[in-house]
T-cell receptor
Framework: AQTVTQSQPEMSVQEAETVTLSCTYD???????LFWYKQPPSRQMILVIR??????QNATENRFSVNFQKAAKSFSLKISDSQLGDTAMYFC??????????FGTGTRLKVLA | NAGVTQTPKFRVLKTGQSMTLLCAQD?????MYWYRQDPGMGLRLIHY???????AKGEVPDGYNVSRLKKQNFLLGLESAAPSQTSVYFC???????????FGEGSRLTVL
């Protein structure tokens, strides 16, 4: 069975600094998708970034980038120039061809002024 | 531009009462999902549907039933609510180029 592990329940970072959130997963599939979702205090789940496993190039979206290491089954999220609005819970998620998304337990990030 | 809409947003129930959560999406998505979110547990899949008239069990289906009579609607029912079902419930639909999930705003359910 596929699993997703986020080993950092809570993290904090100073405004304008860089922070990396860790995610590891376990699967025997060769083709799959990985996602990072953000859940601010408003509770709305927002897609931050996604990565297709067949693509070697790491995905980037403005200040957000990933370090995807397929062999190590690692998918970390880097947030550069952290802003107060980045304060949120972040979930890593995995999708293969079974239609089921597997979510990690989340990392609560607090950006400090 | 509604996207995924859940009703109600908040509800308090007594043990043994029943209720239905409604999820509606206007994006013509085939796949729809119900998750529950509990502290330290992430999002756990309750039931899902891959198309109108179909439903399937997820990770934690016990105590819940679902129906997908119309493509745009996915209903989650609690026949006899229990305190263990106190949670925040999220509906989501799948679409987009690489199957990203679009979420509703969540429904907070408290069972006393």
């Amino acid at each position: 069975a596929q699993t997703v592990t986020q080993s950092q329940p809570e993290m904090s970072v100073q405004e304008a600094e860089t922070v990396t959130l860790s995610c590891t997963y376990d699967t025997s599939e060769s083709n799959y998708y990985l996602f990072w979702y953000k859940q601010p205090p408003s509770r709305q789940m927002i897609l931050v970034i996604r990565q297709e496993a067949y693509k070697q190039q790491n995905a980037t979206e403005n200040r957000f980038s990933v370090n995807f290491q397929k062999a190590a089954k690692s998918f970390s999220l880097k947030i550069s120039d952290s802003q107060l609005g980045d304060t949120a819970m972040y979930f890593c998620a995995f999708l293969s061809g079974t239609y089921k998304y597997i979510f990690g337990t989340g990392t609560r990030l607090k950006v400090l002024a | 531009n509604a996207g995924v809409t859940q009703t109600p947003k908040f509800r308090v129930l007594k043990t043994g009462q029943s209720m239905t959560l409604l999820c509606a999406q206007d994006m013509n998505h085939e796949y729809m999902y119900w998750y529950r979110q509990d502290p330290g547990m992430g999002l756990r899949l309750i039931h899902y549907s891959v198309g109108e008239g179909t439903t399937a069990k997820g990770e934690v289906p016990d105590g819940y039933n679902v129906s997908r009579l119309k493509k745009q609607n996915f209903l989650l029912g609690l026949e006899s609510a229990a305190p263990s079902q106190t949670s925040v419930y999220f509906c989501a639909s799948r679409g987009g180029e690489v199957g990203e999930l679009f979420f509703g705003e969540g429904s907070r359910l408290t069972v006393l």
